[in-house]
């Protein structure tokens, strides 16, 4: 029998706004709270996947409010995990640090680990399916080139790219593991953003890459992209900053309209400042992007040249379910987000 609570996928359908509506305040309402920092979530139809730090992974069933959570652990250890992913018919977790540990539904109610990897500088960072058989996650930088593994199998088994397949790396290089959305995928299309303010682009599933760079900065370890977002295939986003230095606005935003071969800074020296992640919001035809962090939630209603901060509630990740509800996760809690 397979893990039931993490397998029902419903799709979901969203239409298109005519006319956007222009958010002017939100409303947040707790649904799960516990001691964890939640940084990955995945709504997978009426329900919201999440994994966390202390092995804790569950689901939130949208409509009932009902959690269900579990631990997963590695031997005497719990594995931290900062990503998930699904298919139609399966929900995966990825652990930080080594050993690496991806897990996915299995039988007899369990967890299975298909893939590990173990080593120093061992760090993966996010992950997500490009359809039923695809899969990617990516990592931080080993033996010289980013670390990368890819599933062609419906994510039965992984495989990590070797270095001579992927663009040559640069010395500590790596990618953020803040929100799971460091990498984002439309069609056949991947946009991987990483610490050293790179996009590695492929068109193929990963068969082939290319390296863009942005104007974000990146000089220090705590800089670099920590989110992005395409709305389709030419207009996407890019936030960052140092979180170390939350206030400091400069070569933080983002923009491209070609796909991510080039970007150009938005809103330079002006708040907010470090996010840790970023979204368009549905049916704005990209006009509309959220940036939330544990600064607070932010808004813009004209593609980031313009931001209006909306709450200070702290989160480190958010999913849109329509063009005005959201879900959010944080320092221990998953909330409700509900936009006016």
């Known amino acids: 029998m397979r893990y039931t609570f993490l397998l029902i996928v419903l799709m979901v359908s969203c239409s298109e706004s005519v006319q956007p509506t222009t958010f002017n305040s939100v409303t947040i309402e707790t649904i799960y ?20 730090n202390k092995g804790t992974f569950g689901t939130v069933d949208l409509a009932t409010a009902k959690v269900r959570a579990n631990v997963e652990k590695y031997h005497t250890s719990v594995p931290a995990f900062r990503a998930v992913a699904h298919t139609s018919t399966d929900f995966f977790m990825l652990s930080i640090e080594s050993p690496a540990l991806l897990y996915k539904t299995g039988d007899n109610g369990r967890m299975e680990l298909v893939y590990k990897e173990e080593g120093e500088g061992v760090f993966y960072d996010a992950m997500t399916f490009l359809n039923d058989k695809d899969g990617i996650a990516i990592g931080d930088s080993v033996d010289g080139c980013l670390s990368v593994i890819i599933t062609s199998d419906g994510g039965n088994t992984w495989s990590k790219l070797p270095c001579s397949q992927l663009p040559e790396g640069i010395e500590g290089e790596g990618a953020f593991a803040a929100s799971n959305t460091n990498i984002k995928i439309i069609g056949d299309n991947i946009w991987m953003a990483t610490t050293s303010g790179r996009i590695l682009f492929s068109s193929d599933k990963g068969r082939s890459w290319e390296t863009y760079q942005t104007p974000i900065k990146n000089a220090e370890a705590t800089e670099g992209i920590y989110s992005i977002d395409f709305y389709d295939e030419n207009l996407g ?15 933080n935003k983002a923009i491209t309209k070609d796909g991510g071969q080039t970007w150009s800074l938005v809103a330079d020296g002006n708040a907010p400042g470090y996010k840790s992640c970023v979204q368009f919001v549905p049916g704005t035809n990209g006009t509309g992007l959220v940036a939330i962090g544990f600064t607070g939630i932010s808004y813009s209603s004209d593609m980031g040249i313009n931001w209006k901060e909306l709450s200070k509630e702290p989160f480190f990740t958010i999913r849109f379910q329509n063009d005005s509800i959201a879900y959010a996760a944080g320092k221990n809690r998953i909330s409700k987000l509900t936009f006016k």
């Open 33 to 52: 709270s516990d001691s964890l920092s939640i940084r990955a979530i995945e709504l997978m139809g009426n329900s919201l996947a999440f994994a966390a």
């Open 237 to 251: 986003f890019a936030i960052g900053g140092d979180y170390t230095n939350p206030d400091n606005a400069m070569a």
